[in-house]
């Protein structure tokens, strides 16, 4: 998100002049960037979440909005292993939260946790990511889907994709969250569904886990809920 971006989502006119305050104006004229208006500025709270929103929002034609859901192709070991179980390169993702002093990921990565924005995106492969939206004519409350993903907060991450909820996977911690605000975005898939002419390396790392195929075990992946027909790509350089 550019700086001209930020100015239209705090209700700011960039060349504006007569209708809006001089503070405004100011802001106005620091964000096309004068920066001789800087030390004139009144607002200093307002300023410093400019400036900071600038280095925490993606500098790319996304806007951040709380509830949405971001997902990526991890560079982490686990996600190899996601990816060649799911057959889908998108093995992580989170919630989208923006705070005041700007945007952040909530993500089940061991432990629950929130992760700036830019860092997320910059931790997965090449930087690449999709943010989907839940289609709004759902009315879904989408601060009380945060409110109860943020429940989880310090949870371990679960490397046995239990439906049981002392231990959490990304995709999980989603899912559940918005199941909790009245709809259920991605599928419960039985774990065999995924094992169809799997690697011999896929095979036996499920033995070093779970000792035994674990086949009735029923599991939700980042591709169910970014493919779900309640929402729609927003972003996507993926």
Same mark, same amino acid.
């Given at each position: 998100?550019?700086l001209?971006q930020?100015a239209?989502?705090?209700?700011i006119?960039?060349?504006?002049?007569?209708?809006?305050?001089?503070?405004?104006n100011s802001?106005? +004229? $620091?964000?096309e960037?004068?920066?001789? @208006?800087?030390? %004139?500025?009144?607002?200093?709270?307002?300023l410093?979440?400019? !400036?900071?929103a600038?280095?925490?929002?993606p500098?790319?034609?996304?806007?951040?909005?709380?509830?949405? =859901? =971001?997902?990526?192709r991890?560079?982490?070991?686990? %996600?190899?292993? $996601? @990816?060649e179980v799911?057959?889908?390169?998108?093995?992580h993702?989170g =919630?989208v939260?923006?705070?005041y002093?700007?945007?952040?990921?909530?993500?089940a990565v061991?432990?629950?946790k929130?992760?700036k924005l830019?860092?997320? $995106? &910059?931790?997965?492969?090449?930087?690449r990511y999709? *943010?989907?939206?839940?289609?709004?004519?759902?009315g879904?409350d989408l601060?009380?889907? *945060?409110?109860?993903a943020?429940?989880? !907060?310090?949870k371990?991450?679960?490397? !046995?994709?239990g439906?049981d909820d002392?231990? $959490?996977?990304? %995709?999980e911690?989603?899912?559940?969250?918005? @199941?909790e605000?009245?709809?259920a975005?991605?599928?419960?898939q039985e774990? %065999?569904?995924f094992?169809?002419n799997?690697?011999?390396?896929?095979n036996s790392e499920?033995k +070093?886990?779970?000792?035994?195929v674990?086949d009735?075990q029923?599991?939700v992946?980042?591709a169910s =809920?970014? &493919?779900?027909?309640?929402?729609?790509v *927003?972003?996507t350089?993926?």
């Amino acid at each position: 998100m550019n700086l001209t971006q930020l100015a239209l989502a705090m209700g700011i006119t960039l060349g504006s002049s007569g209708a809006y305050s001089q503070e405004n104006n100011s802001l106005a +004229r $620091i964000l096309e960037g004068d920066s001789s @208006e800087v030390n %004139s500025f009144q607002s200093s709270s307002s300023l410093d979440y400019i !400036l900071a929103a600038s280095d925490v929002f993606p500098a790319r034609d996304y806007l951040p909005e709380t509830g949405d =859901i =971001i997902a990526q192709r991890s560079t982490s070991l686990q %996600s190899k292993f $996601i @990816e060649e179980v799911t057959h889908s390169s998108y093995t992580h993702m989170g =919630i989208v939260v923006v705070k005041y002093d700007g945007a952040y990921v909530l993500e089940a990565v061991g432990p629950v946790k929130y992760t700036k924005l830019n860092d997320w $995106i &910059n931790r997965g492969y090449q930087g690449r990511y999709t *943010v989907v939206r839940v289609n709004p004519d759902l009315g879904i409350d989408l601060n009380g889907v *945060v409110k109860d993903a943020e429940r989880s !907060l310090g949870k371990p991450y679960d490397f !046995l994709f239990g439906q049981d909820d002392k231990k $959490i996977y990304c %995709s999980e911690l989603v899912q559940k969250s918005f @199941e909790e605000g009245g709809i259920a975005l991605g599928e419960w898939q039985e774990f %065999s569904q995924f094992l169809k002419n799997s690697s011999p390396q896929v095979n036996s790392e499920i033995k +070093r886990r779970w000792g035994k195929v674990p086949d009735k075990q029923k599991v939700v992946t980042p591709a169910s =809920i970014i &493919n779900s027909p309640f929402v729609s790509v *927003v972003y996507t350089d993926f």
